[in-house]
């Protein structure tokens, strides 16, 4: 598959649709040498994966249900169940966060997330090249305190990307996405591309 196609092929594969093996570590390693080649405003490297597989899921899973316990009230149970089972749904989760440098001088916050954000897109692009399939979930356990502290991240940490990754076992639509002519627009003509 050529750049152009893995990109316009990217999908999100709900996690029911995904399902072991995940790949092996070389494969994981060139995953991650193609998120970092995304654009990095002052090379600051604010770029931060946590590989989470095997039993560590379980783990995880624990401290998203623990999170929710502790910052929610009264959470529904099905919302309990989810956290505690999800990352225990896929071989593989990657966790992107962003080492953020709060009074960096010249390079606000929002462009180092932003770097890793392109970085995240990197990595979904590099998982569907490879046969992969991947989903990107942000969600109440990307924001919670708890989740961050238990996780050893510094208070300062951004996590960008909850990456739940798996080889697809059924298909997965691409869905309908808008054209060039919905949202792109030639200026100053002000009409749409290509017009
Ligand atoms: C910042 C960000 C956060 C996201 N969080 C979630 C999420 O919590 N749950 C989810 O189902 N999808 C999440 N997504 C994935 C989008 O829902 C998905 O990309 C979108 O529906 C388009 O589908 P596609 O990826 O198949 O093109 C997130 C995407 C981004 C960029």
């Known amino acids: 598959m050529d750049a152009l196609e893995a990109l316009r092929t990217r999908r ?25 080649a995304a654009p990095d405003h002052g090379k600051l490297v604010p770029f931060r994966f946590l590989v989470v597989r095997g ?10 249900e623990r999170a929710l316990l502790a910052e929610r009230r009264d959470p529904p149970a099905a919302e309990r169940e989810k956290m505690r089972t999800n990352p225990l749904r896929v071989p593989l989760v990657l966790i992107a966060w962003a080492a953020v440098r709060p009074d960096h001088p ?4 929002i462009e180092q997330i932003e770097a890793v954000a392109a970085a995240v897109e990197n990595l979904l692009v590099a998982i569907h090249a490879s046969g992969f399939g991947a989903k ?9 305190p708890t989740v961050r502290e238990g996780l050893g991240l510094p208070p ?6 909850i990456v739940y990754v798996g080889t697809p076992r059924l298909g997965q639509e691409i ?5 060039p002519g919905e949202i792109a627009r030639l200026w100053p003509e002000d009409r749409p591309f290509p017009g």
Do not use: C, H, N
């Open 55 to 64: 039993e560590g899921r379980r783990r995880l899973g624990e401290l998203f």
């Open 106 to 109: 010249k390079i606000p916050e």
């Open 12 to 36: 999100t594969f709900p996690l029911p649709k995904l399902g072991e093996p995940g790949p092996d570590d070389a494969l994981l390693a060139r995953w991650l040498e193609a998120a970092v």
């Open 175 to 179: 869905p309908p996405r808008p054209g």
């Open 136 to 144: 990107w979930a942000t969600g109440f356990p990307a924001y919670s």
């Open 156 to 161: 300062s940490a951004r996590i960008v990307a």
